[in-house]
C-alpha cells in the first residue's frame, strides 16, 4: 500500500519483517507534494512468541504493522477498518495534526472509537515535519500489538544535514506478553493492584536469542563494512523506558522525535516510550571476523514491580569468506554492556547532550517571551476502594495517577466534538488549575494524605499564545520518571533539575538558544523539566505519561486551544465519516 516503495528484511524466524529498509533510490521523486493512501485492516492474527501462540489485534496480519512512508509536505489518507470486536483509534504519534485534529486518534478526546464492523479515514498533511515517527491504537492497552514506524522523509531534493546514509533501517522497541493485555489492565483496574509485567521485549517484534525458546526469533541486521547506516529508533513499549547499545559500536545521534539536533556520539541511547531518535551507525573499514549484539533493557525509577530481561538483535557482517550459516555461528559474538538499570545520572547527561540543530535551515524558534506560566505536578496516588472492600494497591486503596492531584475521567463523548458543536456542558470543565491548590514538600517525605481528586478538567488557551509549563515530579508512593506526551504540539524543553522547582532561581538557567525541540520528555525521577511552546494549533490537544499503566490509572489531562480570528486559525469542520459514540 502507498506509493514509497519499501525493501522488506526477512528475519531468521523467517517472519516477513515489516519495518524495512527503505531503500531512498526506490521512492519517487515527485516535484511537489503528493497524497499517498494506505488502508488499515484492523483484524485477528495468531502469533507465537516464547513457545506461546496468542490471538493479536493487528494491522493487516502484520506484527509489528506495515510502514507508513511520506515526504514533508505530503497528504496522507489512511482508511481503517475495524475487522475485531475490539473498539480501535489510531494515533499518529507526534504529527503537529495542523487543524486536522479530528484526525489525531486518542479515544475520547479526538473521536469517538472505530466500533467494530466499521471504517474511518484518517486524513491530514504533513507540514513541517521530517524525521522518524511512528503509528498506534490509542485506546485501552491495544497500543500492545498496533504500532508501526512513520517515517516522513524530507521534500525531495532536499538533503539531510549529515551524511547520507548507504541504507536506513528502522528499529523498534516492543514489549511482548503472554497473556491477553487486555485482560491484564482489565483485571488491575478491577483489583486496583499494580497489573502483571511483559514476559519479554522485543526488537522489530522478535524477542531474540536471550530468552527461553526464542533463538529462531532473532531480528538480525546484516550490513557491509565501511557503511554508514541510519537506524530510526522507537520506543514502542507499553510501560518502560529502554537503554540500547551496540557491542563495540559507537552511534551519532541526528535526531529526536523527528527534530535535527546537533549529533553527539555516544555508546549507549535512552528512549522513553513515545520517543524516537535517529542515529548514524558507522560500520567497522574491514570485515570484523565477528559478530555483535544489539541490546536493550529497562531504566527503572519506580517501585513497582517491572519486567528485568533483555532484548538482543545479532549485528552481522556480510563476509567475503564465509557464506553458510553454521561457519557464521562460529564467530565470536561480543555482547554490549548497558548502564544499571537505575542509572538516573546516565539519564540526565544524556538528556542534557540534546540540543536543537539551531542552523539557518533548521532554526529553533524558541518562545522568548512567554504569556502563560503553568506548573503541574505529575504522579501517583490513591483512590479509595469502595465500601466494604479491600483493593491491592497501598494500604488496601486503589492505586491512582495525577496531574495536579486530578486523576483523568475518561468522557463517554470526544471532547473535540463536545467543544466544537458547543455541547461541553456536562463533559467537561475548562477550569484546570494554572498550579496545585496545596503545595507541599513535592519531592521529601509525601503527605499522609496520599489521594487523589477525579475529574474532566480541561487547560484552555487563546489562540498563538506563548505557553511555559513545568512539570513537577512527586515523591507520593515513590518519586519516578514520566515520559510526558503533548499531542498537537512540538515543545522545546529550556530546563531539567532535580528536588523542586524554584521560580526566583531555576529560570536564570534555561537553555533559550537551542534547547532540543520534542513531543516527549521525561520528567525527571525526583525533578522537574520546563518546557515551552506556542499554541498556534486550535483544537483539544491530550497530553499525558506514555507509560501506558499511569496513562490507565489517569496521570492525563488535555488543552483547548481556541481559534484564531483568520480563517487559517480556526479548527477545519469534522468529517462526515467521523465515529459516533
Known amino acids: 500500500m502507498g506509493s514509497a516503495s519499501h525493501q522488506f528484511l526477512v528475519s531468521s524466524g523467517g517472519f516477513m519483517f515489516l519495518s524495512l529498509i527503505i531503500a531512498l533510490s526506490l521512492l519517487p521523486q515527485p516535484a511537489q507534494a503528493i497524497t499517498r493512501h494506505y488502508e488499515f485492516n484492523i483484524k485477528m492474527q495468531k502469533v507465537t512468541r516464547l513457545c506461546h501462540t496468542k490471538s493479536i489485534v493487528t494491522v493487516n496480519g502484520k506484527f509489528p504493522g506495515p510502514s507508513v512512508v511520506a515526504r514533508e509536505g505530503d497528504r496522507l489518507v489512511i482508511k481503517v477498518k475495524n475487522n475485531v470486536s475490539n473498539n480501535i483509534t489510531i494515533h499518529w504519534h507526534g504529527i503537529r495534526q495542523l487543524r486536522s485534529g479530528w484526525a489525531d486518534g486518542p479515544a475520547y478526546v479526538t473521536q469517538c472509537p472505530i466500533q467494530t464492523g466499521h471504517t474511518y479515514v484518517y486524513n491530514f498533511t504533513v507540514v513541517g515535519q521530517r524525521g522518524t515517527l511512528w503509528w498506534h491504537a490509542h485506546i485501552s492497552w491495544l497500543r500492545s500489538t498496533l504500532y508501526g514506524p512513520l517515517v516522513i522523509l524530507p521534500k525531495a531534493n532536499v538533503p539531510y544535514p549529515f551524511l547520507k546514509p548507504y541504507k536506513e533501517v528502522p528499529i523498534i522497541f516492543g514489549e511482548w506478553f503472554n497473556a491477553d493485555t487486555e485482560a491484564i489492565i482489565s483485571q488491575a483496574l478491577q483489583t486496583g493492584g499494580g497489573p502483571n509485567v511483559s514476559d519479554a521485549y522485543t526488537i522489530n517484534g522478535l524477542p531474540g536469542p536471550l530468552y527461553n525458546c526464542s533463538a529462531k526469533d532473532t531480528f538480525k541486521l546484516r550490513v557491509k563494512p565501511g557503511k554508514t547506516y541510519l537506524l530510526r529508533l522507537i520506543n514502542a513499549a507499553l510501560n518502560d523506558e529502554l537503554f540500547f547499545s551496540i557491542a563495540n559500536h559507537t552511534l551519532t545521534v541526528v535526531d529526536a522525535d523527528a527534530v535535527y539536533v546537533k549529533p553527539f556520539e555516544t555508546d549507549t541511547i535512552l528512549l522513553a516510550p513515545g520517543q524516537t531518535s535517529n542515529v548514524l551507525l558507522k560500520t567497522k573499514p574491514n570485515y570484523p571476523g565477528a559478530t555483535f549484539l544489539m541490546t536493550a533493557r529497562p531504566y527503572v525509577t519506580g517501585q513497582g514491580t517491572f519486567d528485568n530481561s533483555t532484548v538482543a538483535a545479532i ?39 540534546l540540543r536543537s540543530l539551531d542552523s539557518r535551515e533548521y532554526p529553533a524558534n ?73 503545595w507541599f514538600n513535592y519531592t521529601g517525605n509525601p503527605p499522609n494524605n496520599t489521594i487523589v481528586a477525579n475529574g474532566t478538567k480541561l487547560m484552555v488557551l487563546p489562540y498563538n499564545s506563548s505557553v511555559e509549563l513545568v512539570m513537577q515530579d512527586t515523591s507520593i508512593l515513590g518519586a519516578e520518571s514520566h515520559p510526558l506526551h503533548l499531542h498537537g504540539f512540538n515543545f522545546f524543553v529550556v530546563g531539567l533539575g532535580f528536588g523542586n522547582y524554584n521560580p526566583n532561581t531555576d529560570p536564570q538557567k534555561f537553555n533559550l538558544v537551542d534547547p532540543v525541540e520534542r513531543n516527549t520528555v521525561g520528567v525527571p525521577s525526583g525533578g ?32 483547548l486551544v481556541l481559534d484564531g480570528n483568520l480563517p487559517n486559525q480556526k479548527l477545519l469542520p469534522p468529517p462526515s465519516d467521523l465515529p459516533k459514540c
Not at 569468506?321 to 555461528?329: C, I, P, Y
Request: hydrophobic letters at 40%; a positive charge; proline letters at 8%.
Open 315 to 353: 549485528l552481522e557482517y556480510e563476509s567475503p569468506f564465509l557464506h553458510s550459516v553454521a561457519s557464521m555461528k562460529k564467530l565470536p559474538l561480543y555482547r554490549s554492556i548497558l548502564p544499571p538499570l537505575n542509572d538516573t545520572s546516565f539519564a540526565t547527561k544524556f538528556a542534557k547532550k
Open 366 to 438: 524558541v518562545p522568548q517571551k512567554v504569556d502563560k506560566q503553568f506548573l503541574f505536578t505529575v504522579g501517583l496516588g490513591t483512590s479509595p476502594c469502595g465500601q466494604n472492600n479491600t483493593c491491592q494497591g497501598p494500604n488496601g486503596s486503589r492505586f491512582a495517577a495525577s496531574v495536579s492531584n486530578i486523576s483523568f475521567v475518561q468522557s463517554t463523548t470526544a471532547l473535540l466534538q463536545a467543544h466544537y458543536t458547543g455541547q461541553s456542558s456536562g463533559v467537561y470543565s475548562p477550569d484546570f488549575p494554572f498550579s496545585p491548590k496545596n
Open 528 to 559: 522537574w523539566v520546563a518546557i515551552r511552546f506556542l499554541a498556534d494549533n486550535p483544537g483539544v490537544w491530550f497530553m499525558h505519561c506514555h507509560l501506558e499503566v499511569h496513562t490507565s490509572w489517569g496521570l492525563k489531562m488535555a488543552w
